[in-house]
């Protein structure tokens, strides 16, 4: 395949949805393009603003957070799994303001309380299968018990 034609697939490739450099990278090996052109490649698509690492980092983080419902440690890990600049992460988790994160893990802490099994066991026992969960799920212990014990789980109610 000549340099244009993978370049228009690329493009094609990041315009689907936000790509980092990592998942560029992978893709063109899968396409047995050479070490040399795919570094051009990946040059002119963060030149023409295919490629955005920030863009990339924001939109993974309100994603996996507001939608998926993980928390800031394993989104962090996600992200310097994709060799992510330091500095790029920090101001990506910041994006997300701290009340909707605390309102994420309410909704996933009451979600979770409000299964059958989960119902039956007593309280002790509840609180800590709701932090193991939690924390499983990459929010920070001490967030997690500043909710549980701030809001009695009890009047926590799904969203709808």
């Known amino acids: ?7 228009s697939k690329a493009q094609k490739y990041c315009d689907y949805q936000e790509r ?6 992978q893709k063109l090996r899968t396409w047995d393009v050479s070490a040399h052109d795919a570094t051009q490649i990946i040059n002119l698509l963060t030149k023409d603003d295919y490629l955005n690492e920030e863009r990339f ?5 309100r994603d996996k957070i507001l939608l998926s419902h993980y928390g800031k440690n394993v989104v962090k890990q996600q992200l310097q799994l994709r060799k992510l600049p330091t500095h790029i ?6 994006s997300v303001p701290d009340d909707e ?9 009451a979600k ?3 299964t059958p ?6 309280d002790d026992i509840k609180q800590q299968l709701l932090i193991h969960y939690a924390i ?5 212990y001490d967030l997690v018990k500043k909710i549980l014990y701030s809001v009695r789980i009890a009047d926590i109610s799904p969203r709808q």
């Open 57 to 61: 980092a924001t939109a993974f983080v």
């Open 1 to 7: 395949m000549d340099l244009d034609k993978i370049l």
């Open 101 to 109: 994160y605390h309102k994420v893990l309410q909704h996933l802490l």
């Open 112 to 114: 979770r309380q409000s």
């Open 117 to 122: 099994s989960h119902r039956a066991k007593p």
């Open 89 to 94: 992460i920090t101001r990506a988790l910041t």
């Open 136 to 140: 499983g799920r990459g929010f920070e």
């Open 20 to 25: 980092c450099t990592a998942d560029v990278q």
